[in-house]
């Protein structure tokens, strides 16, 4: 498969202008060494995954986007679905697990969006027949060139914004932001370090690089983590090629430092990150010897996260 | 006194490029109608102020800047000066109340300012004598038109991202913010409306506004408000003259639907607003109409809370 190129990034760019919030870097005196955080915790729904969705809409024809998109998803993708739908008029179904946390439901409901709840493992499958029986476009979360491309536009703007960056830090759960991310940044200045921080409980990726090789965590493993935005089970096979190609390293942290990130960067950033949002932060905070000298961006991909875990977690409290 | 101009304002906005976040406008879907929020908590001192210290500080020769600059705060203009003045290489003195916060000294220090604390009702005087005995800059926190031009670019960036804006709400407290935001939204968009927002217990500029005059409220009065940002007794006397001017009224909220302000930010915009941030935010949502229709932007002027008051907003604990 051919790899996400900068010049589709750009065209992604253009579109989701206007929708997606255009982010500052906001430096982080607070945490030593030279940070800035990329808060993408500020878009509408809360996470970057309005970029992939909507530019992924965006490449649709009208007549397909009026026969309706479709979606797998218990999180974020499934609000950037719904919300990216709206924008255009477009009706869309969104496929949630049981066993999804019923706020999402709603969130998603209130969007506009349609939500059909199947089995867990049918999740995927349901989509599929879906989108076949009545001609939906399937938008995956990860896996898809356009969702990587408008993902991208992360690191296009963070080397717009600090052309002298030299490690960019994403949080990896499937991998389509940090494939996006890591093409935008390689092209755009090939010297700066692009690693991929995950939860020590759900290191697939991790694994993964370390062997040369894709494998598969259980649901079991990758379920123990609070970054329930990183529990995937293996990245994605199209952003594995842009791991491969472009990633230089892989990071882990422990769930005692993303709470602690996640502390950190509401009393000194003044942002709320969800725990999955805070893993790059900690990665620089807790790990800075395993990581490259020099000007560092750590992407905060979100902050949808439970009031009373928010409240715990800046209480101090301990688990 | 000459009111400031969007000529200064736009000087100010070239000066203060670069130092302070050119914050974006978040639209906050969750608020009901057409609200988006300017997020000033995102600065890196956690505040607005950044933009009239350094503005203020462009302005000095360099002679002057060698010599020193001083303020009288215990609040963020304090962090402001001090970060400020450690850009330009500039030596900065703090005059901070005794009975300020521990953690307000500790963080001006950290930032480099020399730090002198006097008994409070001495604070302004001793300045005063400082700067005269050391040949020192004064720089006020709000009674001075150069801070107030760099708080205008607040206003200029709102138009700027809005053109089509109706609606302003400001917080008040010295007016600084206030008398820039609406000398740049009068300025650019007359017909917008500027709306000035105060806690109940601290009203001493919606007071004067209903009187035509300025009155004076007493410390133990505005200081029983939890916004500790809005403590100040009256409205400076320069930005008053540019609130009689351009402030189409003032609208005032309570403590409650502050707190509840605050912990719907956090939750909906996924950032951190300190009290006094939060109240331009809570008129929105607690007193819509007693405010002009239309498109409206909540400016959330900073955002530094004490950890344990944020967590017990967002427990929604009873107070």
């Known amino acids: 498969m051919p790899l996400v190129s900068i010049d589709e990034i750009r065209i992604a760019a253009k579109n989701v202008s206007g929708v997606a ?32 969705a909507y530019h992924a809409l965006t490449t649709l024809s009208h007549e397909e986007r009026s026969r309706g998109v479709i979606a797998s998803s218990s999180g974020n993708h499934a609000q950037a679905m719904a919300y990216a739908a709206r924008a255009y008029g477009a009706p869309a179904t969104i496929v949630i697990p049981e066993g999804a946390a019923h706020g999402k439901v709603v969130a998603t409901e209130a ?11 049918r999740r995927d499958l349901a989509a599929a027949e879906l989108a076949q029986e009545h001609g939906l476009s399937l938008i995956p979360p990860y896996e898809d060139a356009r969702v990587i491309a408008g993902q991208g536009t992360v690191g296009l703007e963070i080397v717009e914004d600090d052309p002298a960056v030299d490690v960019v830090l994403v949080p990896v759960s499937g991998g389509g932001l940090i494939a996006g991310v890591a093409a935008a940044v390689k092209a755009l200045r090939p010297q700066a370090k692009v690693i991929g921080v995950e939860p020590e409980l759900a290191a697939d990726t991790t694994e993964s690089v370390r062997r040369g090789e894709r ?20 990245p994605g096979a199209l952003p594995w090629e842009h791991i491969q190609a472009y990633v230089d390293g892989m990071v882990t942290v422990s769930e005692q430092e993303i709470r602690d990130a996640m502390r950190l960067i509401a009393l000194g950033s003044r942002i709320v990150a969800e725990p999955s949002g805070a893993v790059a932060t900690a990665a620089h905070l807790f790990h800075s010897a395993e990581l490259p000298p020099g000007r560092r961006v750590a992407v905060v991909s979100g902050g949808n996260v439970d009031p009373a875990l928010l409240a715990e977690v800046l209480s101090g409290r301990p688990v």
């Open 111 to 121: 969007l506009g969006a349609r939500v059909v709840r199947v089995p867990p493992a």
């Open 215 to 234: 494998v598969t965590w259980t649901p079991e493993q990758t379920y123990r983590t609070i970054a329930d935005g990183l529990r995937t089970t293996s």
């Open 21 to 52: 919030v255009r982010t500052p870097l906001l430096p982080a005196l607070w945490a030593g060494g030279t940070l800035a955080l990329k808060p993408e915790c500020l878009q509408v729904i809360g996470a970057f995954k309005i970029r992939g």
